[in-house]
C-alpha cells in the first residue's frame, strides 16, 4: 500500500508554470505507475499524464501535450509534472494516483488504486 501527498498548486497568471510534486509513503514506489488527474468544478476528473515504474515511457492527454512534462525519482519516492504555458482551462484539483497493473500505461481513474488528497491550481487571465 502507498500514500500519496500531492503539494506545489497554488495561483499564476496565464503563461506561468508551476511544478507539481507528489511524495509516497509506504512500500514499493516503483512498483507503481504513476498518474496524474485533474478535476476542474463541475466536470469528471480526467487524466493527464502517466509514467511508467522506471520513467522510461509516458503518456500525455492531448491538453497536456507539448506543455507538460512528468518524471519520478523513485530514490526519493517522488513524481513530478511540470506545467509551462498555462492558461485558465488548466484551472482544477490535481491528484496524483497509483497502478499496479501492468501492461500499456492506464489511462482511466478505474486503473488507479490509490490516490492523493490533490492539489488546486488555479490559472488567472
Same mark, same amino acid.
Given at each position: 500500500q502507498v500514500q500519496l501527498v500531492e503539494s506545489g498548486g497554488g495561483l499564476v497568471q496565464a503563461g506561468g508554470s508551476l511544478r507539481l510534486s507528489c511524495a509516497a509513503s509506504g512500500r514499493g514506489f516503483s512498483y507503481y505507475n504513476m498518474g496524474w488527474f485533474r478535476q476542474a468544478p463541475g466536470? $469528471? #476528473? $480526467?487524466?493527464v499524464a502517466g509514467? *511508467? #515504474?522506471?520513467?522510461?515511457?509516458? +503518456?500525455? =492527454?492531448? *491538453?497536456?501535450?507539448?506543455?507538460?512534462? !512528468? *518524471? #519520478?525519482? +523513485? =530514490?526519493?519516492?517522488? !513524481?513530478?509534472?511540470?506545467? +509551462? *504555458?498555462?492558461?485558465? $482551462?488548466?484551472? =482544477? !484539483?490535481y491528484y496524483c494516483a497509483a497502478s499496479g497493473l501492468w501492461g500499456t500505461l492506464q489511462m482511466t481513474t478505474t486503473a488507479y488504486s490509490y490516490w492523493g488528497q490533490g492539489t488546486q491550481v488555479t490559472v488567472s487571465s
Amino acid at each position: 500500500q502507498v500514500q500519496l501527498v500531492e503539494s506545489g498548486g497554488g495561483l499564476v497568471q496565464a503563461g506561468g508554470s508551476l511544478r507539481l510534486s507528489c511524495a509516497a509513503s509506504g512500500r514499493g514506489f516503483s512498483y507503481y505507475n504513476m498518474g496524474w488527474f485533474r478535476q476542474a468544478p463541475g466536470k $469528471e #476528473r $480526467e487524466f493527464v499524464a502517466g509514467i *511508467s #515504474r522506471s520513467g522510461d515511457s509516458a +503518456n500525455f =492527454a492531448d *491538453s497536456a501535450k507539448g506543455r507538460f512534462t !512528468v *518524471s #519520478r525519482d +523513485n =530514490a526519493k519516492n517522488t !513524481v513530478y509534472l511540470q506545467m +509551462n *504555458s498555462l492558461n485558465p $482551462e488548466d484551472t =482544477a !484539483v490535481y491528484y496524483c494516483a497509483a497502478s499496479g497493473l501492468w501492461g500499456t500505461l492506464q489511462m482511466t481513474t478505474t486503473a488507479y488504486s490509490y490516490w492523493g488528497q490533490g492539489t488546486q491550481v488555479t490559472v488567472s487571465s
